[in-house]
């Protein structure tokens, strides 16, 4: 069985005041050109389908077009979850219609998944709340999907029938996890987990959240799921949330990039039994992702064996660029031997750019996003110490300098806490 992972499209995301939705048309007909290639069987799309709960109305109509390709008229079953950017009703709003395509939208963790069949072969052999198994056209082997979308604690603790519980969440999940593979899940079939949650090796360091990214709650009084959370019969678990394609078993994976889809690899080939990956997310949509390559990740796997990941780079899209220029002069020279970017400018200069300066800038490439001057001797220029403001910085960063500018003190835990709670609400 031949997968296609994919997740966090932010379909309608904007950088600063500019669309990217011609962007993102192109990288959507480059995925669908990738799924078609490749000759995908299934399609997981791991969360952050839009970008705010109430997304535009091209957005949506990109988000439905792009899926109804995917399926391929319907033999190729694409399975998609809300993300912690998605308000769970609207994506699952058009359930009704999208499964006669072959879409089937889970917008909860206890999301049941009714029992359909279509002519071209694809049909639900049985579904349990958070699970679904499909019969594909002309493959007998069965997928079985275990699938959670993104939850708060409050609504995850309602699904796992433990609102007062103060056992820890990650391992109630493990439970409800595991007791779905029990049931449903054996060797003769392909085992997948399909999650937009936080997830790592245990007792390896942090990845780092996309900046301007709306951060996943605590949960249960932990960051973090571990991959000691997963049930032993899953054999790969596609992910969301984390927008550079990121390894999260990385010590242990062999990742095959230069091989071609069909390439039958030894025997020999060493990977692990249960590889979790994030796909990462099809565009930059920050500037902390400048220079990032991005991919979907194809899975190829059979019942009982070890899944292999393969790297499929997305060639179309735009770069995003910073750059630090010692003067105008030398700004306009890069700008010129980059013109098909979108850029971040710091301009370090003696004194604040003129007017007439910034014009130049600008009519030199269509492309900036933003100008910040770096002014080396502004304490001189404007007085009193007064110092510029870093906005190429985190958004947390920015709130504990101007919590310490305000009241004398750093925040403490409970006031950052309150911070990445509004921080992750719309």
Not at 251 to 269: D, G, M, V
Not at 328 to 354: C, K, M, P, R, Y
Request: glycine fraction near 6%.
């Amino acid at each position: 069985m031949k997968i296609l992972h994919t997740a966090d499209w932010h379909l309608g995301k904007r950088l600063d005041d500019r669309s990217r939705m011609e962007e993102q048309q192109v990288v959507m007909q480059e995925i669908c050109e990738i799924a078609d290639r490749e000759e995908a069987d299934v399609v997981l799309v791991a969360g952050d389908l839009f970008d705010t709960f109430n997304p535009p109305t091209e957005a949506v109509d990109l988000l439905y077009q792009t899926l109804k390709r995917l399926t391929a008229e319907g033999r190729r079953p694409v399975i998609a979850i809300a993300g912690n950017h998605d308000s769970p009703d609207r994506i699952e709003a058009p359930d009704p219609l999208a499964r006669e395509c072959g879409i089937i939208f889970a917008g909860y963790p206890h999301t049941l998944i009714p029992p359909f069949a279509l002519d071209s072969g694809l049909r639900v052999v049985q579904s349990d709340k958070g699970f679904v198994e499909l019969q594909l056209p002309g493959n007998e082997t069965p997928l079985r999907l275990l699938f959670t979308p993104y939850a708060n604690e409050y609504r995850l603790r309602t699904f796992l029938g433990h609102e007062e519980s103060e056992e820890e969440l990650r391992l109630l999940l493990q439970e409800r996890w595991q007791q779905l593979a029990d049931s449903y899940c054996d060797r003769r079939g392909v085992n997948i987990l399909l999650s937009h949650l936080f997830m790592v090796k245990r007792g390896d360091k942090l990845p780092e959240e996309p900046e301007e990214e709306k951060p996943i709650l605590q949960v249960g009084g932990a960051q973090v799921l571990y991959t000691g959370n997963i049930p032993r019969q899953i054999q790969y678990t596609a992910l969301g949330h984390l927008h550079r394609m990121h390894r999260v078993d990385a010590s242990s994976t062999k990742l095959s990039t230069s091989l071609p889809a069909s390439t039958t690899l030894p025997a020999t080939t060493s990977v692990i039994s249960s590889p979790v990956f994030y796909s990462g997310s099809p565009l930059s949509y920050s500037f902390a992702e400048a220079g990032q390559q991005k991919h979907v990740l194809m899975i190829e796997v059979e019942p009982g064996e070890a899944a292999v990941v393969r790297e499929v780079p997305l060639t179309r899209v735009k770069r995003l660029l910073r750059k630090r220029a010692h003067g105008v002069d030398e700004a306009l020279q890069w700008l010129s031997e980059n013109s098909d970017a979108l850029v971040e400018l710091t301009i370090v200069t003696d004194t604040f750019l003129t007017a007439l300066e910034r014009r130049a800038l600008n009519a030199a490439h269509s492309g900036i996003v933003t100008i910040i001057p770096e002014v080396a001797d502004v304490e001189n220029l404007v007085g009193s110490g007064q110092k510029q403001i870093d906005l190429s910085r985190g958004m947390e960063n920015l709130f504990r300098d101007y919590f310490h500018h305000e009241k004398g003190q750093e925040p403490n835990d409970e006031i950052m806490q309150l911070f990445n709670e509004i921080m992750a609400e719309e």
